[in-house]
């Protein structure tokens, strides 16, 4: 019945089948199936997912042993899956396709570095840091990036933050990466801001080194690294290293050293004092961290309240000052 119809439309119309079709509200594979009469798909009462099904080209457990053997042989240690599977093929030792031995490498978690070392399951493990900021002062973050420089030459900026501000709370730049640099700046920090209770950082040689550690320590300063790799457990640092780089007036490269610590001294100084940041309710790290941002709201809800009275067609509901910036940190959710 479906099927006559569409037809008939689309000959009174002088319209293509699938117009008809769309106009009907008919898929044209469906048209398609009914008209040419394809029963070929049956509904069953309880239908057994696609994984519980016996799979007759399945590999046998005794295969699946021999597989599992092969990747974890310490012979095999260094190398990929990929060439661990041509080395096992070439001895005759497995009969599986290349897929096939990679399905199960991930199914039994053997795909990352199986290496020996500070990395493996043989040293301590690292779980996904998680950190809370509740008020400036609850948790720094910091990380080092490279600023290019005239010819061939970098810079590193080094740069940390109040999380629960966005305040950059201290930076340099300098031409190379050294612990002595950065425990000097934080230290000058301290003195300038006041101890945080926590410190955040990737896996850099300064942010692991000996000599922040104790300078870290002495201050009584919890520390927290991101794991290997995984750029999502520093967020705040990373997301303002893109917010300077994006800028409009980031040079391509810089002139000199001179030039990028100037420059970036009038960013840091425009952002903290400027930037109305979307998750700080559109208050400047400066009013959050300083404690003004509470001063700002009231200031901004009388002008709110004022203009409400004015134009008050132009409200549905009385205008509200964005709230204050809540709890925030690394991997809360």
């Known amino acids: 019945m479906i099927c006559e119809l569409i037809r008939n439309l689309a000959e009174q119309a002088n319209m293509p089948l699938t117009r008809a079709c ?4 008919v898929a044209r594979s469906t048209f398609y199936r009914i008209d040419r009469g394809y029963r070929h798909h049956q509904r069953v009462a309880q239908p057994v997912p696609h994984a519980e099904r016996h799979q007759p080209a399945a ?8 597989v599992i053997g092969a990747l974890t042989d310490p012979t095999m240690a260094d190398r990929s899956v990929v060439q661990v599977y041509w080395s096992s093929l070439d001895a005759g030792e497995i009969a599986c396709s290349q897929r096939t031995f990679y399905r199960l490498a991930k199914a039994n978690e053997l795909v990352g570095d199986r290496r020996r070392g500070r990395h493996s399951g043989t040293s301590i493990s690292r779980v996904k840091p998680t950190a809370t900021a509740g008020a400036p002062g609850h948790l720094w973050t910091w990380d080092i990036t490279l600023l290019h420089g005239p010819g061939r030459c970098y810079y590193r900026l080094y740069l940390a933050i109040d999380v629960y501000s966005r305040y950059p709370v ?19 920090a301290f003195d300038r801001h006041g101890a945080p209770a926590r410190l955040h950082a990737d896996n850099g040689a300064a942010m692991r080194s000996h000599e922040l550690a104790a300078a870290l320590e002495t201050s009584q300063i919890g520390r927290s690294f991101s794991r290997p790799r995984v750029s999502n457990d520093n967020p705040f640092s990373e997301s303002l290293f893109k917010t300077i780089k994006y800028d409009l007036d980031h040079p391509d490269r810089f002139d000199s050293i ?20 979307s998750a700080l309710g559109y208050y400047t790290p400066e009013q959050v961290f300083t404690g003004t941002a509470a001063r700002v709201k009231a200031a901004r809800q009388q002008t709110l309240d004022w203009a409400a009275a004015l134009h008050p067609r132009r409200y549905s509901a009385p205008p509200k000052a964005p709230a204050l910036p809540t709890t925030t940190g690394i991997n809360l959710s």
């Not at 769309?22 to 509200?25: D, E, F, Q, S």
């Not at 930076?171 to 425990?183: L, N, Y």
């Open 170 to 188: 201290a930076w340099r730049i300098e031409p190379d990466e050294t612990a002595a640099k950065a425990t000097e700046m934080f230290l000058d």
């Open 258 to 277: 001179d030039h990028a610590r100037q420059w970036t001294s009038d960013f840091l100084h425009r952002y903290a004092t400027e930037h109305h940041h």
């Open 59 to 66: 590999l046998t457990e005794k295969e699946k042993a021999q």
């Open 22 to 25: 769309a106009l009907t509200g």
